[in-house]
């Protein structure tokens, strides 16, 4: 039996948008008004997602239900997993000694904390979000800056911060192929768009990173690095997502950023060197061989490797297995999408995908235990670490599947699309409201793929009835939503268990939120700009 989705259930579409609303400000009422534990607000806010879906929009109970557990089982698997791996590998380099090699092989390279924040949260965080993306970046960068002495607080929103421009192609590219493959509109294209919409933003992204965390005086006295390394990354992202493929520009461009700084940086160095506290305190840092640096980065090394293997379709056709991607009985292509937001009436597709082999996670888990016995490290006490880390993030792991069981409830109802179409009523200036409905998905759905998903055929029908590049809008939509990604619950929680500050989601929410926000309006500024000042460097005009 199917359901019509209802995109105005009050008969106003202020009211039904302010109803829409209802479950992500529950959310964060309780999070930061109320101040509880952040798996409570999560709860919350699904709760009255459920109750709104039933009372307002009549959804049936049943379809409701396996929309809960459709958010529940992929709130683990794609996002809890690869957060457990994260930690469970940086416990192993921990307990092995090796993080301490790690840690002074970077100080080696810079003793800098302005420095260490960029070739860590920016640079090396890009390459985690471009091979696999999900949780990966703020947890292993988050982890690895506390390692380094940088205060929890600070490194949790310097790696949130850090985690927007390269977003739009994490997970081998994955957000632009959603993008083509819901719109109907060239890859290619998107591709291009998207990356003369980003490199500008990657550019000033190091020097943004630094300025959070200190003044205006500090950051110039690095500035000519932070030109190096925003500078060498945007070139490199223009020029493969404009002249290349969709897969690997992330991952390209952070690995070119990373070789170009450590060629700089034997080069150059500030005059005054900003140390951390704990790092001036610590005893002086030794030396190392190639031999032993290599070994101790070994397990991240060999990690990374696997997650870009296991993202290359050749090899993820072995280990990813029919039989565990079918259809949810009883949601799949039973909740139907109309228009405005599709041409014709389509069904909500609901695959349970359970192949669980397949995950970037499980590439992170396989990384930590081929490494274990080579650090030293029994697999017995490999298993230990695993073991106590899973009772670690029991909290986050349950905020997590209750937040994607949010979002996967208003998704189903068709709550995000209310929220979506308010914005398509803004006329001329939709440009910049659209820019922002990207950032508004992304911090709904916690991904740019999800985003795009979700909006991406919403941006196409509605550019092409305002007379508007459609190209422009679906690009619009996963490079405003990128900025998103840093208030999005699901990656507040990611930052608080990697920093330890299980808590203090909502101090970490207010930090980042302007950051969020000026940047998102300053892509809508540039979507503006294209539109109706430069519409020739849009590609195919």
Known sequence: MTWMQRYDPLGSWPLSTLVSALPVLTLFFVLIVLKKRVWIAALSGMLMAVLLAAAVFQMPASMIANASLHGFVFGFLRIAWIIIASIFLYNVAVETGQFQVMKESIAALSSDQRLQAVLIAFCF???????????????????????????????????????????????????????????????????????????????????????????????????????????????????????????????????????????????????????????????????????????????????????????????????????????????HNLAIRVPPVVPTPTGETAIMDLNALALPGTAVFAGGFLCAPFLGMSLARAFTILGQTIRQLVPSMLAISFMVGLAYVTKYAGMDTVLGLSLTRTGWIYPFFGTLLGWVGVALTGTDAGSNALFGNLQKVTAEQLGVSPILMASANSAGGVMGKMIDAQSIVVASTATHLEGREADIFKAVFIHSLVLASLVGLVVMLYAYVIPGIIPGR
Request: charged share 10%; glycine share 10%; with cysteine.
């Open 125 to 331: 965080g890009a390459f985690l979000e471009g091979t696999g993306g999900g949780g990966a970046p703020v947890a292993i960068a988050g982890s690895f800056l506390i390692g380094l002495g940088f205060p929890p607080f600070q490194a949790a929103t310097v790696c949130l911060l850090a985690n927007t421009a390269p977003v739009a192609w994490g997970a081998a590219g994955n957000p632009i192929r959603v993008l083509a493959g819901v719109t109907g509109l060239p890859e290619h294209a998107l591709n291009a768009m998207t990356g003369r919409l980003l490199p500008t933003f990657s550019f000033i992204l190091p020097i943004w990173l630094v300025r959070s965390m200190t003044g205006w005086k500090n950051t110039f006295e690095v500035l000519p690095a932070l030109v190096v390394a925003g500078g060498s990354f945007a070139v490199m992202q223009f020029y493969w997502s404009n002249f290349v493929e969709t897969n690997l520009v992330d991952i390209v461009a952070a690995a070119f950023s990373l070789l170009v700084m450590v060629g700089f940086l034997r080069v150059w160095r500030p005059k005054n060197v900003m140390v951390l506290a704990a790092a001036a305190e610590a005893p002086a840092l030794r030396r190392h061989s190639v031999g032993a640096v290599l070994k101790a980065w070994s397990p991240f090394a060999v990690a990374s490797v696997l997650i870009l293997l296991w993202a290359l379709p050749w090899f993820a056709k072995y280990i990813r297995f029919a039989a565990l991607s079918f259809p949810l009985p009883g949601l």
